[in-house]
């Protein structure tokens, strides 16, 4: 059974930083473009930032210089470094793998940017 496990969500101010983790099992990791994706209340789904297995990232224009993703593939785990946080980041972040063999998200996990 595959599962994807969001973590590292939470509230946080204008301006501050934080880490989303997503721990993959009963999948082939290193076979998966590893993705982060969002959604805020009353919009669609977005694409936030992909990663394959040969470093190649692709980042929504809204994110770039702010928003890092990286994998260990040892920890079958996907990580989004979120920094200089605004409140329109504000959104449900979803982890998502990607390949041959389907594709799968994880539950969600909230970040809120308020003050």
């Known amino acids: 059974q595959v599962q994807l496990r969001e973590s590292g969500g939470g509230l946080v101010q204008p301006g501050g930083s934080l880490r989303l983790s997503c721990a993959a099992s009963?999948?082939?990791?290193?076979?998966?473009?590893m993705g982060w994706y969002r959604q805020a209340p009353g919009k669609n789904r977005e694409l936030v930032a992909t990663?394959?297995?040969?470093?190649?990232?692709n980042y929504a224009d809204s994110v770039k210089d702010r928003f890092t993703i990286s994998r260990d593939n040892a920890k079958n785990t996907v990580y989004l470094q979120m920094n200089s946080l605004k409140p329109e980041d504000t959104a449900v972040y979803y982890c998502?793998?990607?390949?041959?063999?389907?594709?799968?998200w994880g539950q969600g996990t909230q970040v809120t940017v308020s003050s």
């Open positions: 998502n793998a990607n390949g041959l063999s389907g594709v799968y």
């Open positions: 009963g999948i082939i990791f290193s076979r998966y473009v």
């Open positions: 990663l394959n297995n040969y470093e190649f990232t």
